[in-house]
């Protein structure tokens, strides 16, 4: 019946709504030699773990490096949750919640304001996908809202007469913005903020109780309704994928959702296509977890093991949404020797060798905002990756529009006529007498003396200004 099932599916592309996407192996790594009973992946890719009755903070992807032992295992509980926060790691268990910033292990009194252990936990991003988004939790007994204060975090509870002993939680989409999902024994209650603000909550539609649900970064929400594995995107419509599963697993962290068959089969949900696993199959006792990029953990008599489908990769150079003024590379750090292919707006631009880069003349574009974009494929069975980075192109500025406004905002009071600095800086000629010292100042925060620095589009502006030639 598995495999009829597994064959509808690949015959079907409306039921799944994207289609079969063929075999992936991914690539395997020994992460710890014996059994864990806590497996949790943080956000920065790194992975606590138990050996010893110890709790550990090692990194998968550099087995060189010695673990940091956080602490007795006995003491902290079991680690439901690993969510980012302020700039660190906000871990949630059985024992307390506590900060991990680096290898720094310290104590939050955030569950001080709890009814009792915490069950599970997630984070909601926000409606924009800009700011911190809303933390909940769920103990046996309540679900909480947790929000921000100035003497700390505060955890606001959400009245609901359920039965909490058994949920778990997931994040699914609404039209609204993300929601939360709530599995409780008889339904799913959904809860999310309406464009005022106002937190809501409803029990989703479904024509049974699910026996799993999850939710990805990429805002699809998963269930298992009799038996079978179900979708629920953006759209609000109910879509049964045609395979029957025994298994699902899947995160905030990753965009990709793990699913296995009744026989310990593996398949994968990546780029809005169903794959087929080879390599991963399940016998029921592992424990399994899922960390960013999709990676899957599992633990078992064999040890603790890392299945990629996706390689590592890297973009160094600006950052998103950068400003370019002059001529600048993006290095693609892969591992490996994959094919690498690049577009700006779609349209194919040339990667270049030792190392493997793409240069960006911003006077060959134009002003205006682009988008780079970095495919990198390897024949090994892994699934390709993209990276996107946008960046905006600034070439032109004069004095007149551009800097002297700068000047009159930031510098006259004291490089003006009247201004008790010895350097003047009221003329274009002033400033490009010693201009790479103007240049310094401001990149560096030295100036504006005791405001805050200039933006990164005003450093721009002045830097275009040159480029351009000093136009009056």
């Known amino acids: 019946m598995v495999r009829a099932c597994a064959m509808a599916l690949m015959m079907s592309l409306a039921s799944c709504g994207g289609g079969e996407g063929g075999m992936v192996r991914p690539s395997e790594s020994a992460v710890l030699d014996t059994e864990s009973a806590n497996l949790v992946p943080l956000p920065d890719g790194r992975l606590i773990v138990e050996r010893d009755a110890r709790l550990l903070l090692l ?16 003491e902290l509980g079991e680690v439901h949750a690993a969510l980012p926060s302020d700039g660190a790691t906000l871990v949630l268990a059985s024992g307390g919640t506590f900060i991990l910033r680096g290898a720094a292990w310290v104590p939050s009194p955030l569950a001080d304001s709890l009814d ?13 996908g800009r700011g911190a988004g809303d933390l909940w939790i769920v103990t046996d007994r309540s679900l909480y809202r947790v929000i921000d204060e100035d003497a700390g975090p505060r955890a606001m509870r959400l009245s609901l007469d359920e039965d909490l002993s058994m949920s778990e939680l997931a994040i699914a989409p609404r ?5 939360l999902w709530v599995r409780l024994p008889d339904r799913v209650l959904e809860v999310w903020r309406d464009r005022t603000g106002v937190v809501r909550t409803a029990s989703l539609g479904l024509p049974a109780p699910p026996t799993a649900i999850g939710g990805d970064a990429a805002l699809n929400g998963w ?12 759209d609000r419509a109910l879509r049964d994928l045609g395979i029957e599963v025994e298994r699902l697993l899947a995160s905030p962290l990753s965009d990709v959702a793990w699913f296995w068959s009744a026989d310990g089969d593996a398949h994968l949900h990546a780029d809005g296509r169903i794959h087929r696993v080879e390599g991963v199959t399940l016998d ?29 990769v890297e973009v160094d150079g600006p950052g ?21 292919e690049a577009f700006i707006d779609g349209q194919p631009v040339e990667v270049l060798a030792d190392p493997t880069r793409v240069a960006v003349d911003p006077s060959e574009l134009g002003d205006g905002s682009y988008a780079l974009e970095v495919h990198v494929t390897y024949d090994d069975g892994t699934l390709p990756i993209a990276v996107r980075r946008s960046f905006e192109v600034v070439t032109s500025a004069t004095w007149s529009e551009d800097v002297e406004p700068l000047y009159q905002g930031y510098c006259a009071s004291c490089h003006g006529p009247e201004g008790p600095a010895n350097t003047r800086l009221d003329a274009s000629s ?18 504006p003396l005791g405001r805050p620095p200039l933006t990164q589009r005003e450093v721009a502006l002045i830097e275009a200004w040159r480029v351009a030639g000093y136009p009056e």
Do not use: C, K
């Open 223 to 234: 269930l298992v309704l009799d038996g079978r594995l179900h979708q629920l995107s953006g």
């Open 430 to 447: 002033h400033w490009q007498e010693i201009y790479d010292l103007i240049l310094t100042n401001v990149v560096e925060g030295r100036m």
């Open 116 to 128: 009792g252990a915490i069950r599970d936990a997630v984070l909601l991003p926000t409606r924009t």
């Open 59 to 74: 990194d998968p992807r550099r087995p060189e490096l010695e673990p940091v032992v956080i602490g007795p295992a006995a």
């Open 175 to 179: 039209p609204e913005g993300p929601a």
């Open 320 to 340: 998103d949404a950068s400003l370019l003024v002059t001529e600048r590379e993006f290095v693609i750090l892969a591992e490996g020797a994959p094919a690498v």
């Open 284 to 312: 029921g006792g592992e424990a399994v977890a899922l960390g960013p990029g999709g990676a899957l953990f599992t633990s078992g008599p064999a040890g603790v093991r890392r299945f990629s489908p996706r390689r590592e």
